[in-house]
């Protein structure tokens, strides 16, 4: 059975940093496009970041650029999303999930979403 299941979240001051993990079970995470993304209460889901399996081009989010890192470490099967200097405005739940990427123009998009993970909670207030 195909899974991901998301970790690492948890509170943290502005400023701080926090790793969340995606350990992928019953497939090669290589094998697929990872992405991040986020949803706030009261607010749209958004696309943090994402990883191609195919040559492992990285994307990001304006919002995050500078800020966050994407990964993959297949030996584990599980991607990761290191985030530092982080701000209240990045409280959210956060979730990652597997799809196709397209681009439109210089911006990554995911779509045809095949499998998501629970979500963990991240909360960035002093």
């Known amino acids: 059975q195909m899974q991901l299941v998301e970790s690492g979240g948890g509170s943290v001051q502005p400023g701080g940093s926090l790793t969340l993990s995606c350990i992928a079970s019953g497939f090669n995470v290589n094998t697929y496009n990872i992405g991040w993304f986020r949803q706030a209460p009261g607010k749209a889901r958004e696309g943090v970041s994402g990883i191609s399996h195919s040559d492992g081009t990285t994307y990001y989010a304006d919002s995050v650029k500078g800020r966050f890192t994407i990964s993959e470490d297949n030996a584990k099967n599980t991607v990761y999303l290191r985030m530092t200097s982080l701000k209240p405005e990045d409280t959210a739940v956060y979730y990652c999930?597997?799809?196709?990427?397209?681009?439109?123009?210089?911006?990554?998009?995911?779509?045809?979403?095949?499998?998501w993970g629970q979500g963990t909670q991240v909360t960035v207030s002093s």
């Open positions: 999930a597997t799809g196709k990427i397209r681009m439109e123009g210089a911006i990554a998009h995911m779509y045809d979403f095949d499998l």
